[in-house]
């Protein structure tokens, strides 16, 4: 029986430590600031990327991993028969899945690619599952299981406290974003179906409390919460609020707390956050 060796993309909020135990292999994606290329994981972080961000003198450029460094990847992994699979973030934010499923035609190895429908912690919750599977051997089938069982029981909640990065962007007419910033207007989204909704838009920090209170309660009515990540772009208020409602609250739920990468925090600005769980019923 072939293992089966396990790939993501560099959206995905995995400790370097989940990495290297798990043997996970990152496709990183690159960032463009002011002219200048970076990489992910490599010559920038999550951590370095953020002061550059907000220093830039135009919103920075994501770009997706190109088709040939996919096919490397698969190709390296797969020379020992083993098959390859493949987790990304959702095709609405970005068009790396479809590389790598271009890249799986290509490659000579055996590779399954997967739109995981989230990104970021909620991306990581498959991830990780996958990865524990397979060094414990089980089948492709297997894993494709249990991670669509997470995928259906996984929720991510996103806050954006500002619209600018989303004009900039082009994801928003920008005499839209005036308006909504002048009122001071905050946004509380959320993913479902693999796509990015507003499920909650009012002014000020008080939308927001309200927000995630609906949030809170809804989890305190989920059965077996298995794991908690709190993500975003710079710390806040309202973010510091949460989390200790959330460490208050579910105390005995592991909460990974970090700066998200560099796609998310391009996207939706200063002050943004996500808030991401998962379940694990009967």
């Known amino acids: 029986m072939a293992n089966v060796k396990i790939v993501t993309d560099s959206s995905a909020q995995l400790t370097d430590e989940e990495i290297n135990q798990y043997q996970i292999t990152v496709v990183p994606l690159t960032v463009m600031i002011d002219e200048t290329v ?131 962007g082009g994801r928003l007419h920008p005499v839209a974003g005036a308006i909504t910033n002048f009122l001071n207007i905050k946004l509380g989204l959320q993913v479902t179906d693999g796509k990015l909704k507003i499920v909650s838009k009012g002014r000020g920090d008080k939308s927001l409390r309200k927000f995630f209170g609906r949030i809170i309660s809804e989890m305190k009515q989920t059965p077996a919460l298995r794991e908690i990540g709190i993500s975003y772009v710079t710390e806040t208020k309202i973010l510091k609020e949460t989390v200790t409602k959330l460490r208050e609250n579910f105390s005995e739920v592991p909460l990974l707390y970090q700066i998200t990468s560099p796609i998310i925090a391009t996207h939706t600005g200063e002050g943004a956050f996500a808030l991401i769980y998962y379940s694990d019923p009967e």
């Open 38 to 168: 970076y990489v992910e994981r490599e010559t920038i972080t999550n951590k370095t990327f953020i002061p550059k961000m907000l220093a830039a003198k135009a919103l920075p450029k994501t770009s997706q991993p190109p088709v040939g460094k996919f096919i490397e990847v698969f190709n390296q992994l797969g020379e020992d028969g083993s098959q390859v699979l493949c987790l990304n973030m959702l095709a609405a934010i970005s068009g790396t899945v479809h590389a790598a499923e271009q890249a799986a035609t290509l490659s000579t190895s055996d590779v399954t690619v997967i739109d995981s429908q989230s990104t970021d912690r909620g991306l990581a919750f498959q991830v990780l599952a996958a990865a524990k599977l397979a060094q414990q051997g089980a089948d492709l089938s297997t894993i494709i299981d249990q991670i669509t069982k997470i995928r259906a029981n996984t929720r991510l909640y996103l806050c954006v406290m500002t619209l600018d990065n989303i004009v900039k």
